[in-house]
């Protein structure tokens, strides 16, 4: 996922990176995710999108196609894994917790990216352009 140089606003979630994920079970994706909390102080959390219909219910017989809307209840569709429609907010995978940082050199910071295996200097390069130092 390319990042261009810009300043994060606070409250605002940047997708850092993407992982596509597969088991015998099921194919999804997850989100790495940085929010800016205020202008000294940053948070890393890993999610994905919340599930907001299924792609089933959206078949047409007709042309056989799934016809999956652009809104789902007000909340923008992202796209569909395993048959799910996915969309809305990013949540958190309450499992892998979160990091609040101030700086790429925060030793927390680095701990928990090794922690949830996201820790590489692409990873760092990445925060240092949204104007993290």
Known sequence: MKIKDKKLKINEIEIIETILHSTMASTFTEYLCLEKINNNQFRLFVGGYEVIGEASDYYN????????????????????????????????????????????????????????????????????????K
Not at 109 to 123: A, C, D, G, P, Q
């Open 61 to 132: 017989e007709e042309d056989d196609e799934e016809n999956i809307p652009e809104q789902i209840d007000g909340q923008t569709v992202q796209g569909v894994e395993d048959g799910c429609i996915i969309g809305g907010s990013i949540l958190q995978n309450e499992d892998d917790g979160e990091v609040i940082f101030s700086s790429t050199t925060d030793k927390d910071l680095k701990e928990w990216l090794e922690r949830v295996s996201y820790y590489n200097t692409k990873i760092i390069e990445k925060l240092k352009k949204l104007g993290i």
